[in-house]
């Protein structure tokens, strides 16, 4: 079946540490994003990539790193500079505006 | 700058009864995109809709409506006759024309009682 896979499902971290969040899709999607989902904040973008091999800042990429060297998989690395990283990573695709973006089903990190 | 706001944090239902999920946004672009995804207790987003800019035709599918007006730059969403299974976070969201950005609201919790 098509669709998005992120791995692991829960992610414990300790502090001080960089970690991996994967994240593959067999949609032909040229378009991957992150987002970070908090309690009472929506949704915030970490980074999106268009095409592969360029991605681009969201609106919280500090502390966060990505690489898109295939068209199917965008990981990314949470780093030690990321100072609260406790939360719900969401991997999406799409064909880019105006199309819908299909969602993974998540990576729940938590620094311990 | 583009913005969702959805104001309602949660709402609490009993079943059957009806429930409207309000969005409004906001933008400069003349095209641009509007979206509601579901959020189950398993996590990921499931899509529901998508509505053009240039498309102001209300939409039902089945127990859902849409109710799209750019007069005051709102989207609000109505499930009709409640269920249980409809319990879940619902998620607005916007996207222009040529931009790979989707702007989320934060969501409003639906929990339907029964």
């Known amino acids: 079946d098509g669709g998005i896979t992120q791995s692991p499902k829960y992610l414990f971290r300790k502090e001080g540490q960089n970690v991996t969040l994967s994240c593959e899709q067999n949609?032909?999607?040229?378009?991957m994003y992150w987002y970070r989902q908090d309690p009472g904040q929506g949704l915030r973008l970490i980074y999106y990539?268009?095409?592969?091999?360029?991605?681009q800042k969201g609106d919280i990429a500090e502390g966060y790193s990505v690489s898109r060297e295939k068209k199917e998989s965008f990981p990314l690395t949470v780093t030690s500079a990321q100072k609260n990283p406790t939360a719900f990573y969401l991997c999406?695709?799409?064909?880019?505006?105006?199309?819908?973006?299909?969602f993974g089903q998540g990576t729940r990190l938590t620094v311990v | 700058a583009q913005k969702v706001t959805q104001a309602q944090t949660e709402i609490s239902v009993v079943e059957k009864e009806d429930v409207t999920l309000d969005c409004v946004y906001e933008?400069?672009?003349?095209?641009?995109?509007l979206f509601w995804y579901k959020q189950p207790p398993s996590g990921e987003l499931v899509f529901l809709i998508r509505?053009?800019?240039?498309?102001?035709q209300n939409e039902i599918s089945g127990r859902y409506s849409w109710n799209f007006q750019k007069s005051t730059s709102s989207f609000n969403f109505t499930i009709t006759a409640s269920q249980v299974v409809d319990s879940a976070v619902y998620f607005c969201?916007?996207?222009?024309?040529?931009?790979?950005?989707?702007?989320f609201g934060t969501g409003t919790r639906l929990k339907v009682l029964a």
């Open positions: 509505r053009n800019s240039f498309d102001e």
């Open positions: 933008t400069r672009d003349t095209t641009y995109y």
């Open positions: 949609l032909n999607h040229d378009a």
């Open positions: 999406a695709s799409g064909q880019g505006s105006p199309t819908e973006a299909f």
């Open positions: 990539s268009q095409i592969v091999n360029d991605f």
């Open positions: 969201a916007l996207s222009g024309e040529r931009t790979y950005k989707y702007i």
